[in-house]
């Protein structure tokens, strides 16, 4: 029995608690109406199970985008507030966002933005979401390829997390998400990153406590600063670079557009590696890192004319101030250090320590 974990203003419930508790918040509430957002995926795979598990007496209208990180962004948004106006939407409404990251991020923001906010709850159904995007309140969409460039922190009523939504996600999905968790374990605990090991080498029974300990992890990160000061920085470790990685594949038509987490764990690498340069993290862990990452993700091919159209777009980060690029790097696994300053140089020597591995 996985334990509720309480967030700032909400709770986050799993697997068996989530039916009870949404069915008794509806009851309790009385919304004008009730919304459940969804992509084309979630409202084949994930909807029906979601319904039939759902106990209200009110109709629910169904609200479907289309899928994928190109269409989060503010057009899909419109669309969305237009439907929601069209259908009689009003302050006492909800909206349920079911979906991975795109899906509960776009959602969050709609909501909050309409009417100048409804209530909304987030069912994230992909690992990544139930890692990543259910914890913090983060809310957005893209401006063009540049990633969440737009939005507000706001807290949903609930977050509910079933693992069962996991049994409809490929295996590329399900490694993405795993990218974050891998992520948790570098910046906050060792004991963490070796147990995420053990699952890497087959030991994939308990993959349920992995997922309840992330969230803790970034739990307790984000409650000791919800705004972003200072330590909430650390859950940036490998975005800086990961980001503008991802949003350069997304943006240039001759190149395959890399997953969240693919993109992430070649950021992880580059700052890793960056680590044992000015940090002095131990080279035999960078190492041992990259070979884990590289089994895991497989490898991308960057030619040199790549590294300055990324560096280009790192200005775009959202953890830059004063026009500095801020990057967090580690002394060791769980021993991290925000804003520090990068040459573009030594950007270079990483890609090509990671091409060269």
């Given at each position: 029995m996985l334990q509720p974990i309480t967030c700032n203003n909400y709770t986050i419930y799993f697997n068996n608690d989530v039916y009870t508790q949404l069915n008794q918040h509806l009851k309790a509430k009385s919304y004008s109406k009730i919304f459940v957002l969804v992509d084309e995926h979630t409202h084949e795979h994930c909807l029906p199970y979601f319904l039939s598990n759902t106990d209200t007496d009110q109709e629910i209208e169904i609200i479907e985008i289309e899928a994928g990180e190109e269409h989060k962004n503010i057009e899909t948004c419109s669309g969305v507030w237009n439907v929601l106006s069209e259908l009689g939407a009003d302050r006492k409404s909800l909206i349920i966002n079911v979906g991975g990251g795109v899906v509960t991020d776009l959602g969050g923001f709609v909501a909050s933005t309409f009417m100048r906010g409804i209530d909304f709850i987030n069912i994230p159904t992909t690992l990544l979401a139930m890692v990543d995007a259910s914890v913090g309140g983060k809310t957005g969409v893209d401006l063009g390829s540049l990633k969440n460039q737009i939005g507000v922190i706001n807290v949903p009523v609930f977050v509910f997390i079933d693992t069962q939504f996991l049994k409809t996600l490929p295996a590329e999905q399900i490694r993405s998400g795993f990218a974050e968790m891998l992520k948790h374990g570098l910046i906050y605990s060792e004991e963490y990153w070796n147990e995420l090991l053990k699952f890497v080498d087959g030991n994939t029974n308990n993959l349920d406590e992995l997922i309840h300990q992330s969230v803790i992890i970034k739990n307790n990160i984000v409650m000791e600063d919800p705004r972003e000061s200072?330590?909430?920085?650390?859950?940036?470790?490998?975005?800086?670079?990961?980001?503008?990685?991802?949003?350069?594949?997304?943006?240039?038509?001759?190149?395959?557009?890399?997953?969240?987490?693919?993109?992430?764990?070649?950021?992880?690498?580059?700052?890793?590696?960056?680590s044992t340069e000015l940090q002095n993290f131990p080279k035999e862990k960078l190492d041992r890192i990259t070979a884990l990452f590289i089994r895991k993700y497989g490898k991308i091919k960057f030619e040199k004319a790549d590294y300055d159209k990324i560096i280009e777009l790192l200005k775009f980060d959202k953890k830059n101030a004063f026009g500095d690029i801020n990057f967090v790097l580690l002394e060791d696994i769980g021993k991290p250090k925000i804003d520090r300053k990068i040459s573009n140089t030594l950007i270079i020597n990483s890609f090509e320590y990671y091409k060269n591995h």
């Open positions: 200072g330590l909430r920085k650390t859950l940036n470790y490998g975005h800086t670079l990961g980001h503008a990685i991802e949003s350069y594949f997304l943006r240039e038509t001759s190149k395959t557009t890399l997953l969240h987490g693919e993109a992430i764990a070649i950021g992880m690498i580059l700052a890793t590696y960056l």
